[in-house]
């Protein structure tokens, strides 16, 4: 069922709630759900879609146990499922959730982002896919479309309400009694998120030697193959060059971002005393990491080792998906207020791997939630934008900004919900992006 909305937008029904979408948006209806294609325009990765669906609540079933049960399919629906934010989303008729769950899709990293939403005897389900690449663009338009939703809680129920698996979830006591209704424990979800990629290791020398020979314009002659004999039997090794120092198909794909570099990011950890750093040498199409223990690595206490990394080859829209997964981003409740700390204090706690409830003059008022948490401090910075995001991972308590004040003698901590986190994150690559165009097209002209 639709009506004409406002121009450009189409008004539809499915079932208790009625939602504006763009005309042009190639539209399916079945029972009790609806599903919108946007139209491809130049070139895309990924086509865009939203699927609407009704469901019939089960009586006593809370929004957390039908939040854990989606994230819970999710598992084994998605390819490469990474967990991004949970987060509550107020709706005409009680809080609802929204999800950010990354997967991929060939070398695209796809963003689904879903919204349960209470509509009385039943619930609304909003599913919206789209390619990482156009997240910047396509989120705010999607999440407009699930703010205009009106729903009737009224409508009855569209059918027989199915079976949940499990039970009701665990609770996260803190965030349900701030909240007065029962909300889900997030902790599992953290754990799934555990950087998991553990790609060839190179050695220093081998890894400065990769990024000088995708840089030359010729090939080497019999006295530099000598002289490179150890470095070139490496990559021979595996696969990237053959015996005398040419690129394989596959060497050129992992040097594409050393040879064609759009940019280059720097992703740093700190925990305690330990560090660990990640850089991204993004090229045309792919990007090239040289990794080390991720968040989950270094709080476990696995050693940074700067002469012998793993490298990574994947997608360039992979790479802030990577990227987050790398420095722990997960889904977490955000509780607390800005906190100003001496910043002697601060960085303390930060040599100190996080602060303890019994430090010194106790816990700031409103930030109860970050102390006696483990604190991970990280950057990522653009080398080509001299532009830089810096937060604290405080584990299960999720995260906050940093930002310095009275030139470093104090520090402003606010807390940061995992989808603004999130949201930077995505806006700092695609940033890096456009910087490499409007560069390359300057240079052309």
Sequence with gaps: MMSEQSPGYVSHRV??????VPGSWETTYGENYAVFVKPIVGVTYFQTNLIVRALPRRPGASM?????????????????????SDDLWQGEHGTGRMHVVLHRKELTQVVCQRWLLP??????????????????????????VVSAMSIDADAPRVGDPADLPGHEPRPDADMSAATSEPVEDLTKLQSVNRWGLHGPVLTAGTIDFMIGAAERERGFGMLEIGK????????????????????????NQVT???????????????????????DVYAGSIMATMITGPGFHGLVDGEAFDPDRRPHELMGLTTVPGAVAQWVGLSPAWTQGTEVTMNATDFYGALRAGGLPSSAGGGCPPGFEAYWDQPWVEWTVGVAEMERSVRFVNAGSAGHFAVEDLDDGMRVRLVPAPSFSVWQELVALFDAAVVHAALREGAEQS
């Design 228 to 251: 490179f004999r150890q470095d070139i039997d490496a990559l021979h090794g595996l696969g990237l060059m053959d015996g005398r120092g040419r690129w394989t198909r596959l060497g």
């Design 15 to 20: 079932g208790p709630v009625e939602f504006p």
């Design 119 to 144: 509509a009385g005897a039943n619930l609304v389900e909003v599913t919206a896919s789209y390619g990482l690449d156009d997240a910047v663009q396509e989120e705010p338009l999607l999440r407009a």
């Design 64 to 84: 957390a146990w039908y939040s854990t049960a989606a994230l819970g399919a999710d598992t084994g629906l998605l390819h490469e499922c990474r967990f991004v």
């Design 256 to 278: 594409d971002g050393f040879r064609n570099r759009r940019f280059y990011a720097q992703v740093t950890l700190s925990f305690g005393g330990a560090r660990s750093q990640l």
